[in-house]
């Protein structure tokens, strides 16, 4: 009979990021991307925000794969069902180190915005609710929060805006789905939920992201 057994050892990843950061910027993103994924493509839906004003910083998914069978296409993946709670931690180790690298010590002018889209969405609730940071604006694009956490799991996020953007055509959305969510965030985050459907299927809305990048 096998049995399963659990090592911690050191491990690195690599984050991109988008523009400079400068006395200009105004917002500093942290954008998690979804599945089948690479963060430099993924940082290609956000050139066309204000590059003085935004500097985007994009985390890497550390589980990636080969996405055809030739061999050529790489994805990547935050989590899966299996080991989800290890995955979990060592995601928010990782998200931890790249906010000290960062943003740790950002002027209190800027605004933080953390996004997930799609899986990335998990990716970014559980470091927020995990660790000790919190932002000022939470993007929630496309995806859903996981349904494990209550009314204390974001109890220092109390003056953080949320904004639930998703399209009116996604296949993976239904009507009654974001009615769920919608209920369920309100009942996390104790506070309105700002709802910016648009008009698209399951993407990146690039214009939605430059309107709340203005």
Not at 9 to 14: A, D, F, I, L, V
Not at 101 to 128: H, P
Not at 132 to 146: A, E, F, M, N, T
Request: hydrophobic share 30%.
């Amino acid at each position: 009979m096998h049995e399963e057994k659990t090592v911690s050892y050191t491990s690195q990843n690599t984050y991109y990021t988008l523009n400079k950061l400068t006395e200009k910027t105004t917002k500093i993103w942290l954008v998690c991307h979804g599945i089948g994924y690479l963060s430099p493509y993924f940082l290609e839906h956000f050139k066309k925000l204000d590059p003085e004003r935004n500097y985007i910083i994009a985390p890497q998914a550390p589980s990636k794969y080969y996405q055809d069978k030739r061999y050529k296409y790489i994805g990547a993946s935050w989590f899966t069902r299996l080991n989800t709670e290890m995955e979990t931690h060592n995601v928010v180790r990782y998200l931890d180190e790249v906010y000290k690298n960062e943003i740790k010590e950002r002027n209190n002018k800027i605004e933080f915005i953390a996004m997930g889209y799609s899986q990335g969405v998990s990716a970014i609730t559980r470091w927020l609710a995990n660790s000790k940071i919190s932002c000022d604006h939470l993007i929630i694009h496309s995806g859903s929060v996981p349904e494990e956490f209550n009314e204390s799991s974001f109890a220092k996020m109390d003056s953080t805006k949320i904004t639930l953007l998703y399209g009116i055509d996604d296949p993976y959305i239904s009507e009654k789905k974001i009615e769920n969510q919608l209920s369920y965030l309100q009942s996390v985050f104790k506070k309105e939920i700002n709802l910016i459907p648009f008009n698209g299927v399951h993407e990146v809305h690039e214009e939605s992201l430059i309107a709340l990048s203005e």
